[in-house]
Structure formats: C-alpha cells, structure tokens
C-alpha cells in the first residue's frame, strides 16, 4: 500500500514538474492548456494515491476533476491554433458522439449502464478525450507532442476499461502510459506549436450542423424522462455526467460564435473608419495616425509594441524567401520570445508605379494578437497603399497641371526659367532658354549638369544641393560647344506639396564681358596680348 502510494506520487510530481520545465523552456504562445494538463495529473496523482490506501469514495472526486481539467485542457488546445483553427466542427462530432455513447450504454449494453465493473462515465470520458486528442494528432501527423497526448489519452482509456475487469500490476501500468505520455508531450519542443496562434477561418455556418448540434443536446434529457417514465432512473449518474459535458460543448460551441461574430464586427466596424480616415487624408502623416488609430482598436494597444509605415525595408526586415507580388506579409522574429513582427508591404499591382520604393507596414507585438488580427491589418495595409498611391498621383498631376500652366504663361516670355527636380532633373523648361542652347527639345531625363560646362558643374551640383536659395555664376555650353555666361538665381522649394523642386531663372550677361572674357575655360594662347598684359581684378575674376 505504502510502496504503492509513494510510486504513484514520484510519478505525478515528476510529471507536473516535467510539463512546468517544458512550459518553462520552450514558452509556448499560450500557457493555459498546459497548466491545466498539470493540473490534471496533480488531480489524477492525488487521486491514485487516495485509491492506494484504500479511500475510493475520496478518490473518485480527483478522477472527476481530472476529467474536467484535461477536457478544458483540450478545449483550450483547439481554440485558434494553428494545427486547430477552427474547432467548430470538432466540437459538433464531439457532442453528437457524446450522445450517442449514452444511447448506447444504456439502452444496448445493458440495463444497469455497465459492463461488468467497468464504469460508464470514465469510459465516455476517455473516449472523448481520446477523440479530441486523436484529431489534433491528425491535424499534423509530423507533431510528436500531439502524438504524445493522444498515447497518453489511450493509455487512460485502456485503464479505464481494462483495470476494473482484471486488477493487477499490468493492468495498474496501463495509467503510468497516461503519466509518461502527457509530461513528455510538454518536454518535446513540438509542444509550442499546439498553441501556435492563427487566424480564425471565415465559416458562414450550415443549418445541418445546427440541427445536429441541437439534436445532441437534447438526447441526454430525453434518456433521462424515458427512464422516469419507466419508473426507475437506474443510469442517472451517467446521465448527468453525459448532459453536463453535452452542455460544455454546446456553450463553448456557442460561445466561439458569439466571440467570432463579436470580432467580425469590430473589424468591419474599425476598417470602415479607417477607410473613410485614409480616403479623407492629404499628406503622408495623416495616413500615418489613421493607420496607428486603426491598429489601437483592431489590436489590444498593450499587445503591440512598434506601428511603422516605412518607405524602405532594412535588410532585417526582409522576408526570409523571396517575395512574389502576391506576397501580402511575412513572419519576423522579434526580440522578446513571445514577440513576432509581422510586414505588410505597401504595393498593390497595378499602382506600384506610382511608388517604386513601395514601403510596408511593420508592426511588431504578441504573436497571438498579431495572427488574430492577420487578415485585418492585411486589409488595413491595402487601404494605406491605396491612400499613399492616391496621394502621390494627385501631387504628382498636380506638379504636371503645374508645369502646364506655366508653360502657357510663360510661352512668350523672354525669361530663361527651369523648374528641377532633387535629383537636377529638368522638369520643364521654358523656349527661351531652348533657344539660347540652340536646341527645338531638350531631351528626355536631361539633367541641369548637362547643360553646365564640365568645370562649373561641381559648384552648381554642391550649391543646389544645400537648402535654401542663392545665385551663381557660371557657363552654359551649346551642343556647337560655344559657351554663355548666365547668372543663375534658385529658389528651394523641394518642400511644397506642388513643386517639389528647385525654381532656376538664368540671365544672360555674356554681353557684359569682354570679348576676350567671353569664353572663360578656353586655352588662351600667346597671340592674345591683350589677354596676357591685362591685370585687372575684372580680368582676374571673370563674372
């Protein structure tokens, strides 16, 4: 009695230990199931060694509530992960089967419930354990820590069954299978992807399931008024044990719908705002704060710890393979364990040429929040590529009607005008200034440093570079290779919304010059005495 009590204590706080090391160790996305699977063993443990001395009506209490905890264990298991995301189904069989076994013990099996010792609640227990285990075994057959529930699951079934019928010590080691089982699936790293979280499917919901849903909750009360009616309740145990879990599905059955249907709400609810925010926005920081006032709502704001829309990717934040143009988001490992960034890239075919540096939105945060919200924030980051593409075409028609007017205005004018972009290319130009280099069309992508003499270009290049306005001095050359002396005075207005870019005016003050000086950057040979005897501070500085 005692050797056997203390086997099965070193059994149980081994196996509650071992399940709190792996949870330790491998920090699963969600704990809770696992703490109840130790729960479950501490409940089974106390049970075992009650039964050891002799205390079976004390013991059979911890069996019941080692039933209860691993099936809200299991429950919790399938509840948005990613082997289980949508356990509706699941749960439907689970209460038909439930009451179907109850059919079945007590009207086909026999009168008393029971076959032989073999108690009928702990066998529909088992089996129900063993069916919710059996399911997340074969939604990935490749996860060893799912394969080890379901072995530990088996073995409590096989006890169950085969204890009663024949007592002895191959039959007691059917229930150390249970123990060995359920706290190795908490040491194989495999564990973490039991509660791996993933977005909930969308399932709009089947009238045959509802039917059959509500069909297997009313079987348990019409067992039990067949049974009144005969005039002995001779399974009322069973039956209440059978309409108490009926019941747990049905309201967790419910329950997910109502949540689903609660979230799908807040989604559309959110997302209209933050398409009216991003269709009404101007400018790139108005986009921004929708983005960030849609992301607060659609996430817990203490699960989420960065919100970035950025134009560049930094090559940590580049999807691990390949991104194709289908590519909505990828997965990124973050700092802390239980962290994962998630990048929604901003290009949307076929408006990714209205920005070709794209850009994403980063949010870094929980990874159950985050893959809650995946196809939302997907959704969010469409809107905002949308909104920037929008904002870009207008500023950039804008900048064209822009250029239009001006040219009209300016047709006729005798003022050399150019309107440059940051990266000195000319935008526009007016036909004065196409007249003096002596070209109908300036060509395509031309670049002021084309027009410069190659020894000014330097200092025109430094000078537009820096913020703020100026004038300079310098030469023009023609494609004859002629060259003109111009002032030119820029004005920077690379920061208004419409221009975005440099305003140039040139005058012409070649006349000015002596003849001589006219060509500043020629060689000048010993038959020009004039050039070479004059030393005046005009000679010496030619503009």
């Known amino acids: 009695m005692f050797w056997g009590a203390l086997a099965w204590s070193l059994l149980g706080v081994g196996g509650v230990a071992a399940i709190a090391w792996g949870v330790r160790r491998h920090r699963p996305a969600r704990t809770a199931p696992w703490w109840l699977l130790a729960g479950s063993v501490a409940a089974l443990t106390v049970g075992d060694v009650c039964y050891a001395y002799g205390h079976r009506d004390l013991a059979e209490p911890f069996y019941m509530s080692m039933f209860g905890s691993v099936s809200l264990c299991l429950l919790q298991f399938t509840r948005g992960g990613v082997l289980l995301p949508d356990r509706a189904r699941l749960i439907d069989l689970l209460a ?29 227990g088992g089996l129900l354990l063993v069916v919710v285990a059996g399911r997340l075994a074969t939604a990935d057959r490749r996860n060893v820590s799912a394969r080890l529930l379901l072995i530990g699951a088996l073995g409590l079934l096989a006890g169950d069954v085969c204890y009663p019928l024949a007592e002895g010590p191959l039959t007691e080691s059917l229930f150390v299978v249970l123990y060995v089982g359920w706290a190795a699936s908490a040491l194989h790293p495999s564990m973490v992807r039991l509660t791996e979280p993933a977005p909930t499917p969308h399932d709009p919901g089947k009238f045959r399931w509802a039917v059959l849903l509500a069909a297997s909750a009313g079987v348990p009360p019409t067992v039990l008024l067949i049974e009144a009616l005969q005039g002995t309740v001779r399974d009322g145990v069973v039956i209440a044990v059978t309409g108490a879990i009926t019941l747990l599905l049905v309201i967790t059955r419910l329950a997910d719908s109502i949540r689903r249907h609660g979230q799908a709400l807040t989604r559309e609810h959110v997302l209209r705002a933050a398409t009216a925010a991003l269709v009404a926005a101007a400018d790139r920081p108005a986009v921004d704060a929708a983005v960030r006032a849609a992301v607060a709502q659609l996430l817990p704001p203490q699960d989420v710890r960065r919100v970035a829309l950025v134009d560049e990717l930094t090559p940590a934040e580049l999807p691990p393979e390949p991104a194709g143009p289908a590519t909505r988001s990828w997965w990124l490992d973050a700092v802390e364990p239980d962290e994962r960034t998630m990048v929604c890239p901003l290009r949307l075919e076929p408006l990714d040429v209205a920005r070709p540096s794209g850009g994403a939105l980063v949010l870094t945060g929980r990874r159950e929040s985050l893959a809650t919200g995946h196809d939302a924030l997907e959704v969010l980051a469409g809107q905002a590529a949308l909104a920037l593409d929008r904002i870009t075409l207008v500023e950039a028609v804008g900048r064209r009607d822009s250029d239009l007017y001006l040219r009209a205005v300016i047709r006729n004018t005798a003022d050399l005008m150019a309107v ?105 040979g010993g038959d020009m005495p004039a050039w070479v005897n004059r030393r005046s501070a005009q000679q010496r500085f030619r503009y």
């Open 420 to 524: 440059i972009d940051a990266d000195q290319r000319i935008r526009y130009s007016s036909p004065a200034l196409r007249d003096l280099l002596g070209q109908d069309e300036l060509p395509p992508l031309t670049t002021l440093d084309e027009l410069i003499h190659p020894d000014d270009r330097a200092m025109v290049r430094d000078a537009l570079r820096a913020q703020g306005d100026g004038v300079l001095h310098c030469a023009l050359q023609r494609a004859d290779l002629t060259q003109v002396l111009i002032e030119l005075t820029y004005r920077d207005l690379r920061e208004d919304r419409l221009v975005q870019g440099l305003v140039v005016t040139m005058r012409d003050i070649t006349r000015n010059h002596d003849p001589a000086e006219r060509h500043p950057h020629a060689e000048h």
């Open 96 to 124: 038909f089967a439930c009451s179907t076994l109850l059919v079945i013990w007590v009207f086909v099996i026999g009168a008393q419930g029971r076959m032989g010792a073999v108690p009928a609640a702990d066998v529909i």
